[in-house]
């Protein structure tokens, strides 16, 4: 039987233009979208007199259900998804891990934990080593698999790193097949001195996580992988940018022209260090997620970066870690499990420090929350916007309602949220995934199963013209140096 859907009388944004119309949905997709549409009473109508109508949020960057630091992150596909609908947010990019060296394989595992989603989802792929296999597998990702980023890290130090030698030949590959280089960046041999320096300082609880990557190794390795990327001539999407380091170097390479994308994530943007000094090693530990969350300062100017456009979109980095899990690192930072919530949260922090305090306007917020992830990664406009032909992905905003966040009433499997007594203004009221009413009246109604695994197409935008500075490039080289013939 057909679902069909009328939201009446909203202010209907995209990231180009708002305006006063009804949006009508059939099946899952937009048909229409104009003032006054006459339905029949075969239709739900909801009202949205006074509200926003915006396509639902995109959250590039999660970790649902993986294995990490000898644990698993507590939310899975269904319960990280059902938190994200609470939030308004109605698809994320969440990252494959290869297993055994395999991105096939890794690929495979993750299509399967993503069995019960309820909301769309799409994969980015991690890059933890380098050989002759894993560059064919990224081409059979790309050309079979609907995989068109690829992610890696400059820090873990014996786990994930990879040197500057592997990162080239990475990035190498990643423009031959027209897909997305992403870096985690901070220096992880840094990294690893610095954890030494803290621990024989005897510095061993959650605040020596941060003290022992600051921001300078954020922005020493930001810088090498954006020079690395002009080297190479190929665009590169810098993952939770938390500190003014690696944001003024990413806005440095934009000014210039070079094709730099940066990420902040909500907990960056909101928050500041000081809890990592709590005296309760819980309530600090629930602050360590790497790049560490910065000293009072950062966040502000994270957000004006985002208004300005340095900075381009808002991921969260959700990783859910519980009490529990955070305890195995109760004698030693550095076995905390590294990781903060966001997915459910993204959305209202991100309207009331943005939107309601004036830094952004409303179609600003669509494009950072929406539809500039669905244009990196290749989605638009089937994703990212409210125009007939587009997936029925789309939240009703009520600005005068307000939100409070707290573990006891958020839908994470998380004991603890890092946003806990968070107040502002600007509720999302209604979620629409997949043209169904999954969020209404503060009652979730997500179905496990509901949702599709999006493919992603390789060339987006961000490749135009690439072609021509490289042909530009070769010809410089190829003009004759005129030398004499003269024997010595
Ligand atoms: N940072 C985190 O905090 N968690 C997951 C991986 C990462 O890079
Ligand atoms: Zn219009
Ligand atoms: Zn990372
Ligand atoms: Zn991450």
Redesign the pocket.
Known sequence: SASKLLIKGGTVVNAHHQEIADVYVEDGIIVAVKPNIKVGDDVTVLDATGKFVMPGGIDPHT?LAME?MGTETIDDFFSGQAAALAGGTTMHIDFVIPVKGSLSKGLEAYKDKAKKSCMDYGFHMAITKWDENVSREMEIMVKEKGINSFKFFLAYKGALMINDELLLEGLKKCKSLGALAMV?AENGDAVFEGQKRMIELGITGPEGHALSRPPVLEGEATARAIRLASFVNTPLYVVHVMSIDAMEEIAKARKSGQRVIGEPVVSGLVLDDSGLWDPDFINAAKYV??PPIRALGHDKALQAALSTGNLQLVGT?H?AFNSTQKAFGIDDFRKIP??VNGIEERMHLVWDTMVESGQISVTDYVRITSTECARIFNMYPRKGAILAGSDADIIILNPNSSFQITARSHHSRLDTNVFEGRKGKGKVEVTIAGGKIVWENDELKAVPGSGKYIEMQPFSYLFNGIDKVDAKYLSSLQAPVQRSKAAS
Do not use: L
Request: a negative charge; proline letters at 0%; charged letters at 10%.
């Open positions: 970790h990490f985690h997620m790497s980095d990783c590294n990781g």
